[in-house]
Structures are given as C-alpha cells and as structure tokens.
Antibody
Framework: QVTLRESGPALVKPTQTLTLTCSFS??????????VSWIRQPPGKALVWLAR???????YYKTSLKTRLIISKDTSKNQVVLTMTNMDPVDTATYYC???????????????????WGQGALVTVSS | DIQLTQSPSFLSASVGDRVTITCRAS??????LAWYQQKPGKAPNLLIY???TLQSGVPSRFSGSGSGTEFTLTISSLQPEDFATYYC?????????FGQGTRLEI
C-alpha cells in the first residue's frame, strides 16, 4: 500500500524559510520511472504544481518559483524535502506531495500522472 | 508554459445526468493529460491518465477522451458522490500545469 504524509510547520513568518518533508512508504524512489512532486493549493483556489524529483535525482521546478525552491530526496529514509525561501503571505496554502508511478505506455515511454497523494499540510504565512 | 483552460468553471447538474467537462491546452500535449476529482478538505484523487485510461478502482461511468489540445471528461450518469471539483493536468512538459478547476454542484 502506497502512502505519503507531509509534515512541517503550520505557521511561518514572512521572509522565513519553509521546510516541508514528505515521508512515504510502499514504494522506492530508487525504482526507475518513479518520481515525487510537490503541489500546493491556496485556500479556495486551484492546484499549483511546484517541483518534482525523479529516481535518478533529476529535478524540475515551477519557473516563477525556481529561485526560491529546492527539492531533495533521502532514499534511505524514504523522504523528499521541499525548501521554499523568503515566504510571503501569498504562499499560504495546503501543500501536498504526490507520487508518479513507474508506468510505461505500449511504446515503452514513461507515462506521468499522480496516483497517490498525501493528505496535505496547511501552511499559513503571517507575522 | 502551457496553459490549460477548463470549461465550464461551474456546472449545475442532477443525479443521473450526463456531464462533460472540457480542457483545452494552449499547445499540443499529445495524450499527456490526467483528470482528478477533489472533494472539500481532501487531497485530489486520480480518475484518468494518458487522456483516456481509467485509473484502477474508478467507476466506469467516468471516461476521458482527446489528444493534442482538446480533451474531455465525461460522467455518464451522475451519482451523489460525484459532486466535487474536477481538475485536468498536463504532464507533457514543465511545469505540470493544472487547469483552473470545474466545480460540479447539484
């Protein structure tokens, strides 16, 4: 059974750095084709993809937030960490981590989709 | 970045209705599109991937179609538990943009 769980501070002050941890079980981030992404959702608004880390340590970031984000993994601990610097009240949101499973199409190319999600962690940015 | 536009943004329907939600991409994304359902206070749940492949465990009343720039999610006969918000997501390139959502209400 695949599970993911986000953890981190519920409240951060403006200009501080946010560190969120995604702890997962039921799969390995050493498996070819497996990835973990971070997604956030401001209250009452749509989902926003933030970052992704692949089994081979390739990393991808939302263009407009690239200078503020760092994603990393610790495969021995089954964890993925997202760091976001210079937090602002507009960054108030529920932050989710999600898995991309190693599924290929008939041609052998990896398909991408988020099949398992954590329950989310609400982070409020306020002084 | 690829933009996704869902329509409608809000949809009022009744149990038993057939509904269709459209997702248009600003440029071609082949079939790298997924659909999710989200209920209030919950994480999204995967319904469809690769534009038309039903995720395991998802009822067969859900179906997806399309390729390139235009995609649809169809619910053949609405059930009470289907009233939720639906999102499309493109996974052809970075960032993996989500649509703005379609809220389906009674």
């Amino acid at each position: 059974q695949v599970t993911l769980r986000e953890s981190g501070p519920a409240l951060v002050k403006p200009t501080q750095t946010l560190t969120l941890t995604c702890s997962f079980s039921g799969f390995s981030l050493n498996t070819s084709g497996t990835s973990v992404s971070w997604i956030r959702q401001p209250p009452g608004k749509a989902l926003v993809w933030l970052a992704r880390i692949d089994w081979d340590d390739d990393k991808y970031y939302k263009t407009s937030l690239k200078t503020r984000l760092i994603i990393s993994k610790d495969t021995s601990k089954n964890q993925v960490v997202l760091t976001m610097t210079n937090m602002d009240p507009v960054d108030t949101a529920t932050y989710y981590c999600a898995r991309i499973p190693p599924v290929r199409d008939d041609s052998g190319y990896f398909l991408y989709f988020f099949d398992s999600w954590g329950q989310g962690a609400l982070v409020t940015v306020s002084s | 970045d690829i933009q996704l536009t869902q329509s409608p943004s809000f949809l009022s329907a009744s149990v038993g209705d057939r509904v269709t939600i459209t997702c248009r991409a600003s440029q071609g994304i082949s079939n790298f599109l997924a659909w999710y359902q989200q209920k209030p206070g919950k994480a999204p749940n995967l319904l469809i991937y690769a534009a038309s492949t039903l995720q395991s465990g998802v009822p067969s009343r859900f179906s997806g179609s399309g390729s390139g720039t235009e995609f649809t999610l169809t619910i053949s006969s609405l059930q009470p538990e289907d009233f939720a918000t639906y999102y499309c997501q493109e996974l052809n390139s970075y960032p993996h943009t989500f649509g703005q959502g379609t809220r389906l209400e009674i």
